[in-house]
């Protein structure tokens, strides 16, 4: 009898999860706050894998101007992320730390994850936003676009995140 | 394949008036036809798994989301119920191959969900609920293969989190531990715990890799040697010894061939604390050998010795921690009549010699001189061990 509950604990448990992450994903759309930010400028023949775009966002890569952490951080620890917009609206980074930092104004916090700090002293993070699978259509605009891309992210009150939307924008010369 | 030897061999018994046909009948019965349509159904459920994976890649962006994520529970629920059915009527090879495919579709379902709706992924909680579906599943239908599929995916999840994340997970190591750890007891099988241990030990060396100094799985593999004292089931207690001293094994050859003392000299720090540790380790365990009376058995812990503790003679301390193990091992199984570890003595100490042969780097110790010694000193083994049989012989008549 025990047995049969577990069978049925475990089923369902299954469909919940599988169901909250859809409905998680519709909340996000409906109640999570809406920014963009922007990637580096890329070669459509190096972000493209398959099916899917490898973004690399300008908020990735830390000046030291911009870093406040402590000490040291080790691989892969959390970050903290501040963003504030541009007179366009476009998020930039504004300052990455291992601490909570308090956001003022317009700003936004994200989560990140610390990589390394390159031969440049600049410290590169991790947003956790890096793959996109564009749809059929919009494959070949971004196929043949070279330059950056405008990325449209959700970010929900407790702390999830998704990419909504990605456009391409000619480069400024 | 021993059904099959002994029908052939007892029909020319029979022929050659050894037994009648009664008796023959009644030998070739002792030996049940085993037949194995589980293992099939289990490969057929891996097979169909795959595809079901293979999906994301599959030609699946032109369905409408919604859809999507119907396909999916469908899929995974129909299976289910395909494999509820048939347990309750008694077919079990069909039950666990539909409860395995099920279960791929819930990890596979988490994975496309997570792409269809761009969510970031950088977490093991995927593997983790795949996990936790998967002890429920077994708690339900304790059926080895399904336990071995939980085992194998939370296994993967902490590979990947290790690995890639560079972040070792300790709910998956709870996990893997606690629950598949004790359902693993429970079932009380060797394979099974081989299996287990041997991915926990796997586990454990990447941890200490990563996070800590590699030096320190040597205190991993001997807490195995020590917990393996505390069980009385030699189904159990087997697997973690072995487990212990094959991967202390593999760790010195390592060491014995890969140790750079000029890469190491510099940058190699050795933690006072990892003392702390190794020392009252290793005593218990000599201790608790020594109160189990296993006198030649004492000499596999020399593969615990610290041999990198001195960097210069790290490659040389290893090479003799492997001869006098293998030699060890040779001696113990003579003394205790046992071929299977004469015979793991004779592969351990081929493959000593092996890294004798391509590790010449020593310049303070002649090749010939230590293959001369080593000749030395194994035939004076010979001769002892050859008086000894003597004189048990000897022993053995009199009485």
New interface residues.
């Given amino acids: 009898m025990i ?5 049925w ?3 369902t ?3 919940v ?3 909250f ?2 409905t998680s ?1 519709y909340m996000l759309d409906r109640f999570g706050q809406v920014i963009t930010i922007q990637t580096e400028a890329f070669n459509a023949e190096e972000v493209f894998y ?3 775009v490898h973004l690399s966002y300008s908020a990735e890569e830390v000046r030291p101007e911009n870093w406040f952490a402590s000490d040291e951080v080790s ?2 620890q959390l970050i903290y992320v501040l963003l504030t917009p541009d007179e366009e609206g476009i998020f930039r980074l504004k300052a990455a730390s291992d601490r909570e930092m308090s956001v003022e104004g317009d700003d936004v916090m994200l989560q990140a ?1 610390y990589r390394y700090q390159d031969n440049n002293q600049i410290h590169q993070i ?4 890096e ?3 564009p ?2 259509e919009q494959q070949e605009e971004l196929e043949f676009s070279e330059s950056r891309m405008l990325v449209t992210i959700a970010l929900s009150p407790w702390g ?5 939307e990605v456009e391409s924008v000619g480069v400024e010369q | 394949m021993k059904r099959g030897w002994i029908e052939a061999e007892s029909k020319e018994w029979v022929e050659e008036g050894l037994i009648d046909q009664k008796q023959r009948q009644a030998i070739v019965s002792r030996y049940k036809r085993h037949s194995t349509p589980t293992l099939f159904f289990f490969l057929a459920a891996i097979l169909i798994g795959l595809a079901c994976l293979s999906l994301v ?1 599959a030609n699946w ?2 369905i409408h989301h ?1 859809f999507r ?1 119907l396909i ?2 469908g899929f ?2 129909a299976f ?1 119920f395909v494999g ?1 059915r048939a347990f309750i009527r008694g077919h079990h090879g069909v039950g666990v191959f539909a409860y395995v495919v099920a279960l791929s579709a ?1 990890g596979s ?2 994975f496309l ?10 977490s093991t909680l995927p593997f983790f ?1 795949w996990g ?2 998967a002890l ?2 077994y ?3 304790p059926h080895v293969f399904i336990w071995v599929f939980g085992l194998i995916v939370v296994f993967v999840g902490q590979m990947l989190a290790t690995i890639q ?3 070792f997970d300790w709910f998956l190591l709870a996990l893997f531990v606690i629950a598949f750890g004790t359902t693993g007891y429970l079932l009380k099988q060797k394979r099974l715990m081989w299996l287990f241990t041997s991915l926990l030990a796997v586990q454990l060396f990447v941890f200490s890799v990563s996070e800590l100094e590699f030096y320190w799985f040597t205190i991993f593999a001997l807490t195995f040697y020590l917990v393996s004292y505390g069980v009385k089931f030699d189904e159990i207690q087997k697997p973690l010894q072995g487990t212990a001293v094959i991967s202390m094994f593999i760790f010195v050859v390592f060491q014995a061939l890969l140790f750079d003392p000029f890469v190491y000299s510099e940058a190699f720090v050795l933690q006072e604390i990892y003392y702390l540790f190794l020392i009252p380790f290793l005593s218990l365990v000599i201790l608790l050998a020594i109160l189990n009376q296993e006198k030649v058995g004492l000499t596999q812990l020399v593969l615990f010795l610290p041999v990198f503790v001195w960097p210069e003679y790290t490659t040389l301390l290893a090479t003799f921690v492997l001869f006098t193990f293998s030699v060890g091992k040779m001696v113990e199984g003579d003394q205790l009549y046992e071929e299977s570890k004469v015979k793991y003595g004779i592969v351990a100490f081929l493959i000593s010699i092996g890294i004798v042969y391509i590790e010449m780097a020593w310049d303070f110790l002649d090749r010939t001189f230590f293959f001369l010694m080593g000749g030395l000193v194994l035939f004076g083994v010979g001769m002892i061990l050859n008086r000894y049989q003597r004189e048990r012989l000897k022993g053995s008549d009199e009485e």
Avoid at chain 1, 126 to 129: A, C, I
Avoid at chain 2, 116 to 121: L, N
């Fill in positions: 047995r049969k509950r577990f069978f604990v475990a089923v448990l299954q469909v999860v599988l169901l992450m859809v994903s398959g099916d899917y691989s892969n994850r991790d947003l956790g936003l793959r996109y699978h749809h059929t999830q995140k998704k990419i909504v | 890649a962006t032109a919604l994520v999916i529970l995974m629920s289910y509820y819930f379902g988490i969900l997570g792409d269809m709706y761009h969510f970031s992924m950088n609920m936790i579906a429920l599943i708690l339900s239908q994340l560079h972040d």
